[in-house]
């Protein structure tokens, strides 16, 4: 036996299981159940409501001892199979409603050769449904990402938890014009200044025949000045 081996590291990003149209008669939660390369891991389990979002990401790891390249592991992938079941957590054991099942060459690397372009691509496949199943075929979204390497041939595998991933939301900013907004309150300086206003020329019209009206004290004091005056200036007789 040669000293070294090949190890494969899948990623299986497990996205989407939509129906459109079907309505589960039962309401027990449902998860997704992998096993693949000696492994089993099923999801975090969901409402029983089309579209079921899972978003969570499954690793996988094997070393295949008596592979030397790539082109070997190719090979015994062939006799590799995945099966993906979406179960529904009716008692005792939970109800198998679809399941997907390939061999593990094709699931990875739809392509007839090893092309890293295609790792990490999203597919669609068609679940094929139990007969008891209402309505149409699930369609099971997800994407893998296949890691080939050399290792020593006594290296141990490492068990991976499984992982969530959080959706991409995008949010749309919304820009609102300050002049355009309809349950802006209209300003009200202006109606406070042109008030303002009003009240002065209101007081000063009311003020000014009091200056221009003169008191009767000051009206006496006048004519008497005005009769000084005359006197003063009539010429003296002899």
Do not use: W
């Amino acid at each position: 036996m040669s000293g070294k081996a090949q190890k494969v590291l899948v990623e299986v990003k497990l996205r989407a299981v939509s129906c459109p149209g079907v309505h589960l008669p039962l309401r027990e939660d449902v998860y997704l159940s992998t096993s693949f390369m000696g492994q089993h891991r099923q999801t975090a389990c969901l409402p029983a409501v089309f579209p079921l979002l899972f978003h969570e990401k499954l690793t996988f790891e094997k070393i295949f001892r008596h592979a030397v390249d790539p082109a070997d592991v190719a090979v015994m992938l062939e006799y590799e199979t995945v099966r993906i079941e979406l179960v529904q957590m009716i008692p005792p054991a939970g109800q198998t409603l679809a399941c997907f099942q390939e061999d593990a060459r094709h699931f990875l690397f739809p392509e007839p050769r090893l092309l890293p372009s295609f790792s990490g691509v999203e597919r669609e496949v068609l679940m094929t449904r139990a007969p008891y199943f209402p309505g149409i075929a699930p369609r099971l979204e997800f994407a893998t990402k296949t890691t080939i390497s050399q290792c020593p041939a006594d290296a141990e595998i490492y068990i991976h938890p499984n992982v969530p991933m959080k959706p991409v939301i995008k949010r749309r900013r919304i820009c609102r014009s300050r002049t355009s907004s309809p349950h802006r309150k209209p300003s009200q300086t202006p109606r406070r200044r042109r008030g303002g206003r009003e009240d002065r020329d209101r007081h000063s019209t009311s003020k000014s025949p009091r200056s221009r009206s003169l008191s009767p004290l000051r009206a006496l004091n006048t004519q008497s000045l005005a009769r000084l005056s005359l006197d003063a200036a009539a010429p003296t007789r002899t």
